[in-house]
């Protein structure tokens, strides 16, 4: 294992994320507290409690997760296209490096950061709602698994993409609207019978009710087959990214 390699890739995308702070950190933690402002502090104190937890306290979690699967396909996607973009990907092929190591660099750091995004919006949370972690490693292990995944995907799309229309197409008019509508703001018990069975062909229902039982020890779901589809997806994607390699699926262009 080339450790080194994994080292620079990693090392120079972090390096650009902080080059880019108000737009890598800043701009979404502002929107993201503009959610707090109206959804938990106007609209959730007219609001009724779900599951014995308070309106504002409910939506946290989703809120979260909101921005940690968007931020995640971002960081990645954008972290392996820009080097098939500028050319400078023949150097990397050009460089002793298997595609193992190529895969933990870049998304390794496109999860770091995204982690530490969603650690810095659970603090900013903490300033507009009062709430509780009932199960902090389990939270943690949701938050690392989550952002892990969805690099992946996000690494996917960037070698999928052939121009930066492409790398807003799918978080755009896909995972986002799939998060919204995967009981960010409701608890799925909420809809009727035939919309329950429907959501729950939406992936990201799961990974939010099991980053909201982390909170409040209640979900819609229960938290292993969460946790278990997390996995499967996870596993997908590796699976993904090994053809990739093997095949080099748009890797030199």
Not at 169 to 193: A, V
């Amino acid at each position: 294992m080339n450790f080194y390699a994994i080292r620079a890739i990693y090392r120079f995308e972090m390096a650009r994320a902080w080059r880019t702070l108000m737009q890598s950190v800043l701009s979404p933690v502002i929107s993201t507290s503009l959610y707090f402002v109206v959804f938990g502090s106007a609209i959730g104190s007219h609001m009724v409690q779900i599951d014995g937890v308070s309106y504002g306290a409910f939506i946290v979690p989703g809120l979260i997760m909101l921005s940690l699967l968007t931020q995640s396909v971002a960081n990645a996607s954008f972290g392996i296209y820009m080097p098939r973009f500028s050319g400078t990907i023949y150097e990397i092929h050009s460089a002793p490096i298997s595609y193992l190591e190529i895969v933990a660099g870049y998304v390794g750091a496109a999860a770091s950061k995204s982690i530490i995004l969603g650690l810095i919006m659970l603090a900013t949370a903490r300033l507009f709602v009062p709430f509780e972690i009932a199960h902090p490693f389990a939270m943690l292990g949701f938050l690392l698994l989550t952002a892990i995944t969805f690099s992946l995907f996000g690494f996917i799309i960037g070698v999928w993409a052939d121009g930066f229309e492409k790398l807003q197409i799918i978080p755009l008019m896909i995972i986002t609207p799939l998060t919204f509508l995967g009981g960010t703001f409701y608890s799925i018990k909420m809809l009727p019978p035939f919309w329950q069975g429907v959501t729950l062909f939406n992936p990201v229902v799961y990974l939010v009710s099991g980053f909201r039982w982390a909170f409040y020890g209640v979900a819609d779901l229960n938290v292993g087959i969460s946790a278990a589809m997390t996995l499967v997806f996870l596993a997908v994607c590796l699976v993904v990214v090994r053809w990739i390699f093997k095949t080099g699926y748009r890797l030199k262009t």
